[in-house]
């Protein structure tokens, strides 16, 4: 085991594959894409929350002049799709269940009168009684989203059995014995948290260009996180086998999450194939925050039994995630599920975990994947159990903090967990003397853990005539970095330098498949495939040079692009001899492949009830710490610095994980002050960044950040994730920070203005 | 956002081609000048104008210049940035710099200019959205309607959107009076006249009408001054509440003549708030009496829900700026 010193390019700085190209604006993205003939489509989308959809009348747009196509559900297979349970298709059919749900799509000539084309289909509705809420959602009687719910198919048995009225997925996990724990414990402390629907807020929307290419074969450019994915959900969805469609990811003008989701493909695919002609949709702003998704807003109950020193006993924990009309992601539900103990070690605890459908836009994947929510819950909580124990918060949560080889509640052991070691650091950083520091100013701790990587990925890294090496991985690089990371990999493990590796991302014809860039698995899991991959290169790289040299294997070194025997470094060869004319000689050209699964076995079927997936490849921690000034007057926060210490193994790309550990600040602060979509009636009151109010650039505050040594026996020299991981303390290290400032505690978030001074005004009667 | 529709683009270089423009093609063209604020919404489809006069090329009415006599005199088309960064703004009503510099972004105040920001459309949640948006709840009093969509029960006949131009409320408490030219001749009004507090039609342009220019009367020079505004993020939102304070004090902290209070982002206009100016002129100001005012524009101070914020928070914040503003003119004058 090695450690970062000993590395000649993993921990070192470099620069980015993609830096000139971004910098200079030649890098390309979906709307940059124009084809010869190229259409435009535009959807026309439900003003209903709730309706039956009695008849679509097309005629009139069709003749339009300069509209080449118009489609509704009756033009396409009827399929769906989805990811636990398949509750969508391309189009409404029957029933719209929100305000924004596609309709129909017109491809025209040009933008205007797509534009025009659209507001010409003529649509009949018979509204419903709709749904907003998703524990109302859950009572008897509340209207129902998907009548057919239990006819859908679902991707695991279990799920299938939980699903009943609106509730999509559910999942339960069971330790210990909950009722005796409250009875062992001192305290008993119950609370009630609610958390809003965020969007991503990508700068790029969601874009296809769909093609038909000279073979007849589909051809997609487009933004997301997922080709690979997207490929096979085309294909059901269209009836057309994988091997006939081609997915060429574009550059990514972020995706945090959203671009794991298939939004503008299935349309632009199916125009496409009608029209035999490019066809492209790209989503307006405000359909991003009217038809694409969010993170899910939730409702969360903990109750929580501890021992008058601390000692956390017991927790029951209900979770109600708000899934919107349709389920893209009901699982993040279960990731917070997995979370919502915290890192800490609760020997009873009981989790209830539902995701339900609403007559709202669907919630979705974003950075922290249902975890803040869980987190800001439990991390609140626990700051709550402190102050009344009257135990400093930093103790608290080193009294109870996790480790490694220890069990999680749903029975996962911990290959690595340095969350102690991210509290002292952080402690240790701000100087901690306790949290207020003066009038209206404090500080505020929160820690988290997040699962992190795991599923099907895979990698082939060919060598070069000239010595180099070219990776192909069907992992996506949406603007975190990837490619550079991958490069850094490939390049420590053949002895080369970073700028000698070319890594070809996403294209499906070009790479093997990666089932999608979500949950910290990019560095993690398609890192350790490039790795393996790199590894294979290079043994078959000695077997040539072990024949060509005539010395044994074991007995090579590679360095400075040459294989040279050990003690004497004059007897060898450059990587260009060896495989450049020579290679022919000396057997088949070097290429290197991995194919590897990094999830564990299922989860204990006596613990977990309704799991949604199998065990993930292992966990990342981290530590922060706001510190906050509040204006009493006005409720205003005013975040002074923040300390962030991460457990994210060995870091490969210093640069990269500073832009994570900034990034997720700047999502989770959003999360903590500005953001909110806000829905009233199914209608999304502000789809604007000017409205929806993510953090600007004078909102962010100034960063100190570290990260703990740690080597995670599973991922690429030891490396786990940060993406998700540095997002999900920052709402309750503020929330903290604010109730030491000012004695305000918000239970709801975002923690806004007016919630700070009416609690300020309830705390002084 | 959708595609700009199709419209005729003018950019005349002069006022006087610029007058003619507009009384040749009349209601149905819009004068642009930065843009910041218009083709938002036309993108919107809040606005369809056939033609459009860019008035980016009327390099006469850029200037802002300082005369003892006439006072401060700033070009309509002077952008938001050179007013904040004019040495004799900044250094005889620092306020209005500061106001200036409230608005947006960099990027938002190198584009938007002074005549843009005095005819800021006024702004509501329920009529800043798409035509599709909008569709699903039918036409509102500014677009046409019967009824306003943010009114208690939806009943009111009256639009009460809500202006929140930054700077116009600054210049409001400067006393500034608004120059408008048209081919008929020219005009000037006290700024405070120019707004109507009609929400559907916010100010007194005419269509054939150009706002040429705002100026501030020279004795304002030695008046206290102050701008205060309230927003969630740091840079980008509009006011949840802008306060602007003028006032003369004596040595013994006693209230002149001289004092305005206006309050921008709650109501259709800059609100001036007069009830405040009676209250102190001649008294001695204290924090009692600081009280007793910022109570008052809390009273005059009446929103909708319509714009993003706490309607009951929004009334406090007035309350609030308007304290602050108060105690800044105190602790000026001692």
């Not at chain 1, 290419?213 to 969805?237: F, W």
């Not at chain 1, 600007?696 to 991922?715: C, I, K, Q």
């Not at chain 2, 709840?137 to 969509?149: I, L």
Request: glycine content about 10%; aromatic content about 6%.
């Amino acid at each position: 085991m090695g450690g970062p010193a000993d590395y000649a390019v993993i921990g070192k700085r470099t620069t980015r594959t993609d830096a000139v190209a971004k910098v200079t604006g030649e890098a390309r993205y979906a709307t940059d894409v124009y084809l010869p003939k190229m259409l435009w489509a535009r959807v026309l989308r439900s003003p209903h929350a709730h309706a039956r959809i009695v008849s679509i009348d097309t005629a009139k747009a069709r003749r339009l002049p300069g509209v080449k196509a118009v489609l509704t559900a009756q033009d396409v297979p009827d399929a769906r799709y989805g990811a636990l349970v398949l509750d969508m298709g391309i189009f409404a059919r029957d029933k719209v269940r929100y305000i924004g749900e596609a309709v129909a799509a017109v491809a025209a000539q040009d933008e205007e009168t797509a534009a025009a084309a659209v507001k010409l289909i003529e649509v009949e509705y018979d509204p419903l009684p709709a749904v907003f809420d998703p524990l109302q959602a859950m009572q008897p009687g509340a209207p129902v989203l998907h009548e057919n719910l239990k006819g859908y198919t679902t991707l695991f048995e279990r799920t299938a059995r939980a699903m009943s009225g609106n509730v999509n997925y559910q999942a339960d996990i069971a330790r210990g014995d909950v009722a005796a724990g409250f009875a062992e414990s001192d305290h008993v402390f119950e609370d009630t948290y609610t958390v809003q629907k965020q969007h991503p807020s990508y700068m790029e929307p969601n874009s296809t260009v769909a093609d038909v290419d000279a073979d007849g074969r589909l051809v997609l450019y487009n933004t997301t996180q997922r080709p690979h994915i997207n490929q096979a959900i085309v294909s059901a969805l269209l009836g057309i086998p994988i091997s006939r469609i081609r997915v060429v990811p574009c550059h990514v003008g972020g995706g945090f999450g959203g671009k794991n989701r298939t939004l503008t493909e299935p349309a632009a695919a199916a125009l496409a194939l009608k029209t035999r002609r490019p066809v492209r949709l790209t989503f307006s702003h405000e359909e991003e925050f009217t038809s694409a998704t969010t993170r899910h807003a939730a409702l969360i109950r903990l109750r929580t039994g501890v021992k008058r020193d601390g000692t956390l006993v017991a927790s029951e924990i209900s979770l109600y995630y708000d899934c919107g009309a349709y389920a893209p992601t009901p699982n993040a539900v279960w990731l917070g599920a997995i979370s919502s103990t915290g890192p800490y070690r609760i020997p009873h605890v009981r989790v209830e975990a539902f995701s339900v459908y609403t007559n709202k836009m669907m919630g979705g994947a974003f950075r922290g994947y249902g975890v803040p929510q869980s987190n800001f819950a439990r991390e609140s909580q626990m700051d709550r159990i402190a102050r009344e124990l009257g135990i400093d918060p930093i103790e608290l949560r080193l009294k109870n903090c996790i480790g490694a080889g220890e069990r999680l509640h749903t029975g996962q052991r911990l290959h690595s967990a340095r969350v102690r070691e991210t509290l002292l650091r952080a402690r240790e950083m701000v100087g901690w003397q306790g949290a207020q520091l003066g009038p209206n100013r404090a500080l505020g701790v929160a820690c988290g853990m997040f699962a992190c990587g795991g599923f099907a990925t895979s990698a082939i890294v060919r060598m070069n005539m000239d010595g180099t090496a070219t990776v192909a991985t069907g992992a996506m690089d949406m603007g975190q970095g990837l490619r550079t990371v991958m490069g850094q990999i490939a390049a420590e493990t053949l002895g080369l330098e970073a700028a000698d590796v070319t890594v070809v991302i996403g294209d499906t014809d070009l790479t093997p498949f990666d089932v999608g860039i979500f949950g910290d698995r990019g560095t993690h899991t398609a890192g350790q495939a490039v790795k393996l991959a790199a590894e294979d290169a290079r043994e078959q790289l000695l077997a040539s040079a072990s024949v060509a040299l005539g010395v044994a294997p074991g007995e090579l070194l590679l360095g400075g692009k040459r294989v040279f025997a050990r003690g004497a470094p004059e007897r060898g060869l450059r990587y260009s001899d060896l495989l450049g004319g020579g290679q022919y000689k000396r057997g088949g050209p070097v290429i290197g492949k991995a194919s590897i699964n990094l999830t564990e076995e299922p989860f204990d079927p006596v613990l977990v009830r309704g799991a949604a997936s199998k065990m993930f490849s292992t966990h990342t921690f981290a530590t922060h710490i706001a510190e906050v000034e509040v204006d009493r007057a006005t409720g205003a926060v005013k975040v002074l610095k923040v300390t962030a210490v991460h457990d994210c193994g060995t870091v490969i790309n210093p640069d990269g994980l500073k832009g994570q550990i900034i990034g997720g600040l700047t999502s989770g602060l959003g999360y903590a002050l500005y953001e909110d979509v806000v829905i009233e009636s199914g209608q999304v009151m502000n789809p604007s960044f000017l409205e929806c109010r993510p953090p600007a650039a004078l909102d962010v505050p100034p960063v100190e950040f570290d990260t703990v040594e740690e080597f995670d026996s599973r991922g690429p020299f030891g490396a786990k994730g940060v993406g998700n991981v540095s997002v999900i303390n920052v709402a309750p290290a503020v929330a903290n920070a604010v109730e030491h400032a000012v004695g305000a505690r918000v239970t709801s978030l975002p923690i806004t203005p007016d919630k700070i001074v009416r609690a300020l005004r309830a705390a002084e009667g | 956002m959708q595609a700009l529709p199709a419209f005729r683009y003018f950019a005349p270089t002069s006022v006087d081609e610029a007058l003619g423009l507009l009384a040749e093609l009349g209601g149905e063209a819009m004068p642009a000048a930065g843009g910041t604020d218009l083709v938002p919404s036309m993108r919107q489809g809040l606005f369809a104008p056939k033609s459009v006069i860019s008035l980016q090329a009327v390099d006469a009415l850029r200037r802002i210049g300082w005369d003892d006599g006439a006072g401060l005199e700033i070009g309509a088309l002077a952008t938001l940035r050179e007013v904040a960064a004019d040495a004799e703004v900044r250094r005889r009503f620092p306020f209005v710099a500061r106001a200036a510099h409230a608005v947006g972004s960099p990027q938002l105040r190198e584009m938007g200019t002074v005549g843009g920001n005095l005819c800021l459309d006024t702004r509501c949640t329920f009529y800043n959205q798409s035509q599709g948006w909008r569709d699903t709840r039918g036409a509102c009093v500014k677009t046409g309607g019967e009824f306003c969509k943010a009114s208690p029960n939806g009943r009111a006949r009256k639009c009460f959107a809500v202006f929140s131009a930054d700077l116009a409320t600054a210049l409001v408490a400067a006393d500034a009076r608004v120059t408008l030219r048209s081919a008929r001749g020219t005009r000037t009004l006290a700024l405070a006249e120019f707004y109507t507090g009609d929400g559907a039609k916010p100010n007194a342009r005419a269509p054939d009408e150009l706002v040429t220019g705002v100026s501030i009367p020279a004795r304002m020079q030695d008046v206290f001054g102050t701008y205060l505004k309230y927003r969630v993020r740091q840079s980008i939102d509009y006011p949840i509440a802008g306060v602007a304070l003028t006032l003369r004090a004596d040595a013994a902290r006693r209230v002149g003549d001289e004092v305005r209070l206006v309050v921008g982002g709650v109501t259709s206009r800059p609100l001036v708030v007069g009830a405040v100016a009676e209250l102190l002129r001649g008294r001695s100001l204290d924090d009692a009496l600081i009280e007793q005012a910022a109570a008052l524009a809390r009273k005059a101070a009446t929103p909708l829900a319509n714009t993003a914020g706490d309607r009951a928070h929004r009334r406090e914040m007035v309350h609030e700026m308007t304290r602050r503003a108060l105690r800044e003119a105190l602790n000026h004058a001692q």
